[in-house]
C-alpha cells in the first residue's frame, strides 16, 4: 500500500536559523498537505499542494511540490520558538484515504 | 463556527471492555475520519465517512468500527479492548472529499488508556 516518509525524525535549530523538512510518497499523489502538531495539541492544517511544481509561501514558510508529485517539502526561514512542533506531511491518491508521514518534530533552542 | 469536538476527553478502560468514542463534526461538513495516534506509530488511519457510508477503512483488525449518523456526527467503537489501543484517537471533519479543497480539521481527541 501507499507510504509516506519524512525525514528527519527530529530537528533541533538555534532560533534563527532554518529549518527544512522533506516528505516521500511512494505513489504519485493527488494532493497533499502539511499540518503542525504543538506538543499536547491535535494537528492543525498548514496548507494543501495539488499542482505538480507547485510553490506556495506563508509568510516564514514556503512549501513545494515536486514535479512527479510523489515528494514535497517545508521550509522555514528564521525559526522561532513559536515554531516548535511536529510538522506532518499527508498524502493522498484521489478517492483514497490520506496518508500520514510520521512527522518531523523541531525543537528551537532561544 | 465551532470546531470539531470530541467526547469524551480522557477514558480509562481494562482490557476486554469496549468503548464508544463520539465526534461531531464543524457544521456543514459532511467528511469525518477517524485517526489513531501513538508515539511508535505516528497517525494511522481508522475509517473515513461521508454522508453516512464509509468510503476508506485503514488496516485496523474488526474490533474496530464505526459509523455515521444523518447529522454527520460520528462515533466509533472498540470492543475487547487490548493494552496496545491505548492511544490519541483524533477525529477530522472536512466539507466534502470530491472537493479539491479537502482540509481537514483536527477535533483535540480522546485519549483513551487501556490498563
Known amino acids: 500500500g501507499q507510504q509516506v516518509m519524512q525525514i528527519p525524525q527530529y530537528q533541533h535549530v538555534q532560533e534563527g536559523e532554518d529549518f527544512t523538512t522533506y516528505c516521500n510518497s511512494s505513489t504519485t499523489l493527488s494532493n497533499i498537505q502539511w499540518y503542525k502538531q504543538r506538543p499536547g495539541g491535535h494537528p492543525v492544517f498548514l496548507i494543501q499542494?495539488?499542482?505538480?511544481?507547485e510553490v506556495k509561501k506563508q509568510k516564514r514558510l514556503t512549501f513545494q511540490f515536486g514535479e512527479a508529485k510523489k515528494n514535497s517539502s517545508l521550509h522555514i526561514t528564521a525559526t522561532q520558538t513559536t515554531d516548535v512542533g511536529t510538522y506532518f506531511c499527508?498524502?493522498?491518491?484521489?478517492?483514497?484515504?490520506?496518508?500520514f508521514g510520521p512527522g518531523t518534530r523541531l525543537s528551537v533552542l532561544p | 463556527k465551532a470546531g470539531v469536538t470530541q467526547t469524551p476527553r480522557y477514558l480509562i478502560k481494562t482490557r476486554g471492555q469496549q468503548v464508544t468514542l463520539s465526534c461531531s463534526p464543524i457544521s456543514g461538513h459532511r467528511s469525518v475520519s477517524w485517526y489513531q495516534q501513538t508515539p511508535g506509530q505516528g497517525l494511522q488511519f481508522l475509517f473515513e465517512?461521508?454522508?453516512?457510508?464509509?468510503?476508506n477503512k485503514g488496516n485496523f483488525p474488526g474490533r474496530f468500527s464505526g459509523r455515521q449518523f444523518s447529522n454527520s456526527r460520528s462515533e466509533m467503537n472498540v470492543s475487547t479492548l487490548e493494552l496496545g489501543d491505548s492511544a490519541l484517537y483524533l477525529c477530522?471533519?472536512?466539507?466534502?472529499?470530491?472537493?479539491?479543497?479537502?482540509?481537514?480539521?483536527f477535533g483535540p481527541g480522546t485519549r483513551l488508556t487501556v490498563l
Open positions: 499542494l495539488v499542482k505538480s511544481g
Open positions: 499527508a498524502g493522498r491518491v484521489y478517492g483514497q484515504n490520506f496518508v
Open positions: 465517512y461521508f454522508s453516512e457510508t464509509q468510503r
Open positions: 477530522a471533519s472536512s466539507p466534502d472529499p470530491s472537493d479539491r479543497t479537502d482540509t481537514q480539521y
